[in-house]
Structures are given as C-alpha cells and as structure tokens.
C-alpha cells in the first residue's frame, strides 16, 4: 500500500468538489473522464452517496492502486458506473466525454526521483495539469495547487479558451510527498520567481472547474489568481 497514494483530507476535498461541480450537472448518462485514479475511493465515495447517471473511464498508470480500486469497485457493484484502465491518457485513444476530471500529480521537482515519482508534476508542478488543458475536453475538473505554477495553468487555459466557471479553495498543511526535503527547499526557490505561492506550513489547493468559452460566460480567472496568490 505504500506505493499507493494517501492523503485522506486531499482526497475527500477531490471527492466533494466533484460532486458540487461536476456530478451535480450530469444529465442522462453523460460520462466522464479521469486522469490519475489513484485507489479510486474519491469517485466510489461520489457514487455511493448519491444516485448518479454518469459513467466514469478512470485511467491510472499505478498498477497496485489500479488492483485496489477493481477490487473496491467489484465489492461495491459499481463496475457498470466506474471503469478503470492501467494506461496513461496521454497514450490511448482519448474517449469522448463532457467532462474530463483529475486530482493530477503536482508535485514540483528538479527530477522525478522523488519519494513517488508518479506524483511528478513537472519541474513546476504544472506540467501534466497544463496538459490535461490541452486535449479539448468542453469541461475540465481539476485540483490546482498555489504552489505549482498555478498562474502557468490560468495563462494556458485562456490561450485554450477555457473560462473559469467556478472554484472552491481549501487550505492544506504541506502533506508527506510535499514536505520531502528535497522538494520543499525546491518550492521554496519556486517562490522567489512567483511560480510558487504558500504561508509557512499551508498552502492552498483549488478544485476549478474550467469551460471552454460561450458568449454568457462569466470568467473567474482573476479572482481565483488573486486568492491563490494571496498567501
Ligand atoms: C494525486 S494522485 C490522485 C489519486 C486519486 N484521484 C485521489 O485523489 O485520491 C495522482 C494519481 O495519478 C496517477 N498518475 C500519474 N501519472 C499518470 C498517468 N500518466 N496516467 C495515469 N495515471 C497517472 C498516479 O499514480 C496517482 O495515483
């Protein structure tokens, strides 16, 4: 279990925004699709709770996390409602779907040799998050981290035509893959150059709803900067 990523209070926070933003405006069995699975729990949780219409295509790399979340998704008879590939996005035919959701790796580093390397968001921690703002989806979910370049990620998204729809901020004590000291001196030279924003332990994590444009399109994008950029 040690190689599966753990962070209860992360992981809720994905669980529930999901439900606020995402869930919620799902009509008639409109799927969904998802970057980074991990054990499942955030999704499973999702569905366990409310009766939703949504089918979920999860893709996960980590083959222990990818075992874990069948088995959850078997226990429970949820496989008509989640299904779950061992394979990176980036590399399978893209399924189509309204929503694309992540809680993506975010983890800034020199390298990736860090205490899970599939945590490894680039060497500002934005880069798959950035990614995932390129493949076109019409609605992208995704967690945004203060300390992760998050101002590269609102330039990207509005060079992609995406607005802001809506967010919702927690702060977040600097976690166990966060705290490797080899990581946070590096996000601590991150700051210097504005690419990494926090307030000794915390930092904020957002859950941001992205939409490509339309005419009636209220855009956030400022207001979420200046809160992330706050601390
Ligand atoms: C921050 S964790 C989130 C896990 C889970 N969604 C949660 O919130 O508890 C990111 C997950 O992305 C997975 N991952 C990293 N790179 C990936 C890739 N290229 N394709 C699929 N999954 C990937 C990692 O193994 C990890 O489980």
């Known amino acids: 279990m040690k190689d599966i990523f753990f962070c209860p209070e992360e992981s809720n926070f994905y ?4 439900e606020t933003f995402v869930f919620r405006n ?6 969904i699709v998802e970057f980074g699975s991990g054990d499942g729990s955030p999704i499973i949780n999702s569905l366990l709770k409310n009766k939703f219409d949504a089918v979920v295509h999860g893709f996960e790399l980590n083959t222990s996390a990818w075992k874990v ?30 929503y694309l959701v992540a809680n993506p790796p975010y983890i800034p580093a020199p390298d990736s040799d ?24 019409k609605n992208v979910f995704v967690l945004l981290s203060s300390f992760s370049n998050p101002l590269s990620t609102l330039k990207k998204a509005q060079e992609n035509n995406y607005f802001v729809q809506n ?17 946070k001196n590096y996000i601590e030279r991150l700051r210097k150059n504005k690419m990494a924003f926090y307030s000794g332990d915390y930092y904020f994590l957002a859950g ?24």
């Open 26 to 31: 799902c009509q008639n069995s409109e799927s």
């Open 167 to 183: 967010f919702m901020v927690l702060p977040l004590k600097f976690g166990y893959y966060s705290s490797e000291p080899k990581v």
């Open 15 to 18: 669980s529930n925004c999901l």
């Open 208 to 231: 941001v709803l992205f939409r490509k444009f339309s005419e009636s399109a209220i855009n956030l994008s400022n207001e979420l900067a200046q809160v992330m950029m706050s601390l």
């Open 114 to 137: 860090i205490y899970m390397p599939l945590l490894f968001g680039g060497i500002d921690g934005a880069t798959i998050t950035n990614k995932l703002l390129s493949l076109d989806y």
């Open 69 to 98: 979340a069948n088995s959850t998704i078997d226990e429970y008879n949820l496989a008509d409602k989640y299904i779950i590939s061992n394979a990176c996005l980036f590399n399978s035919s893209k399924p189509e779907a309204e």
